[in-house]
């Protein structure tokens, strides 16, 4: 009974931040967001941690039919809420992945990935970002924005496994890329 309702909490809890997302993305498009990434059509993106899929609308704008985005998401109610966004939308281009870090992806497959407002939360923060180091192409971009985090937290974060380094610091992300 308890496991039943630590689900039932934390899927109202993920209802109700899907909300206010809605409410956030009126005031704060996310394409203001997702063009300090440089995305260009047809790259490959994956949306770490894609919630309930504020980015893909305009996402799927930015990388046209022959591009791919990939959402993965650990919680089995934002894969559901992806779903139903795709079909709705009928957004071909788009996969989703339940998982708390292996993408099941190819090495160096993506050109960009997205990593909003999740990195405050990972348990296992070496494992996810050297799974997102194997999936980047050389030359592909890591965007990453934390309100959860300050610029140091972040940086640190993000460069001190040696894995990715800062490239831009932009308005609203920053933008990372692989380190050797």
């Known amino acids: ?31 203001n967001v997702l063009k300090e990434a440089g995305i260009k059509p047809g790259s490959s993106v994956l949306d770490f941690g894609c919630g309930p899929g504020s980015y893909l609308r ?22 559901r809420m992806v779903q139903r966004l795709v079909a709705r939308k009928r957004l071909a281009n788009v996969t989703t ?30 494992d996810v970002l050297r799974e997102l180091h194997r999936v980047l192409k050389p ?14 937290e972040l940086i640190s974060k993000m460069t001190g496994k040696g894995l990715f380094w800062v490239v831009k610091k932009g308005e609203k992300t920053y933008s990372f890329q692989k380190s050797g």
């Open 97 to 126: 992945i339940l998982s708390d870090c292996r993408t099941g992806l190819p090495d160096q497959h993506l050109d960009a990935i997205l990593l909003y407002d999740v990195l405050h939360e990972f348990e296992r923060s070496g």
């Open 1 to 31: 009974m308890q496991h039943r309702e630590s689900r039932d909490k934390n899927n109202l809890h993920f209802r109700l931040m899907a909300a206010s997302y809605k409410l956030r993305d009126f005031f704060a498009p996310r394409r």
């Open 139 to 152: 030359s592909g971009i890591l965007s990453v924005s934390d309100h959860h985090l300050n610029e140091e």
């Open 58 to 79: 305009p996402l799927a704008k930015m990388v046209g039919p022959p591009g791919k985005i990939y959402a993965l998401d650990v919680h089995p109610l934002a894969i």
